[in-house]
């Protein structure tokens, strides 16, 4: 089957710099991305998402980049926080209005040093 | 305000026996999902119900058991035929027409 994938476990940034987590997929009709933000012991939290039709969308702090010629995916996060400490996830489905199911990504633990 | 609570937090099961993992959400959603996560791993889905009165097999359902006879609850069961149990179990809900899922905040299962 189709599988979302991510390319480095773990990512170590100093605070203050800003970090890239990268996202590969390999299912070709892909239309809707998703990364989310776990902390420790919590459930997944929605950060930014981004439909196929785009490749790049910005929100707080956060910008997602999409590059369909290589299913490519990152997330962005701009002068990092300590509270940016987390799992981050990322997750796609083949239609943002049907009843696919999302497949999620193993994830990116994100460490932010002080 | 609205969301999805999930309920215990923590649950410790004994060989051999069944417990069973609430997850009520007041969002009005239409769907509803179980997710499995164990250590340094991404969320695999156990089962899955669009509408109430019916759901479907996840990717690792065996073992688990659940029932949609309500809108706002998802309970899942872990039988004692699900050999590894140990985990953190997330459900999540859904709006019908869009992806914006929302997660509870996770139960977590160890056998003793």
């Known amino acids: 089957g189709e599988s979302v994938g991510l390319h480095l476990p773990t990512l170590s940034v100093q605070e203050g710099d800003n970090s890239i987590i990268n996202c590969a997929y390999s299912n070709s009709a892909s239309d809707y991305f998703i990364w989310y933000k776990q902390e420790s012991g919590k459930g997944p939290q929605f950060i930014i998402d981004i439909r196929s039709n785009m490749d790049k969308r910005q929100g707080q702090r956060v910008t997602v980049l999409l590059n369909k010629t290589v299913k490519h995916l990152s997330l962005q996060i701009a002068a990092t926080q300590p509270g940016d400490s987390a799992v981050y996830f990322c997750?796609?489905?083949?239609?943002?209005?049907?009843?696919?199911?999302?497949?999620f990504g193993t994830g990116t633990r994100l460490t932010i040093i002080p | 305000d609205g969301g999805i609570t999930q309920s215990p937090k923590y649950l410790f099961r004994k060989e051999g026996q069944n417990v069973t993992l609430s997850c009520e959400q007041n969002l009005n959603h239409d769907a509803m999902y179980w997710y499995r996560q164990d250590p340094g791993q991404g969320l695999r889905l156990i089962y899955y119900s669009q509408i109430v009165n019916d759901f479907q097999k996840g990717d690792i359902a065996e073992g688990y058991s659940v029932s949609r006879e309500k809108k706002e609850s998802f309970p899942l069961t872990v039988t004692s035929a699900q050999k590894n149990p140990t985990a953190f179990y997330l459900c999540a809900s859904r709006s019908g027409g869009s992806y914006g899922y929302t997660f509870g905040s996770g139960t977590r299962l160890t056998v003793v």
């Open positions: 997750a796609e489905t083949p239609s943002y209005f049907g009843n696919e199911k999302l497949t």
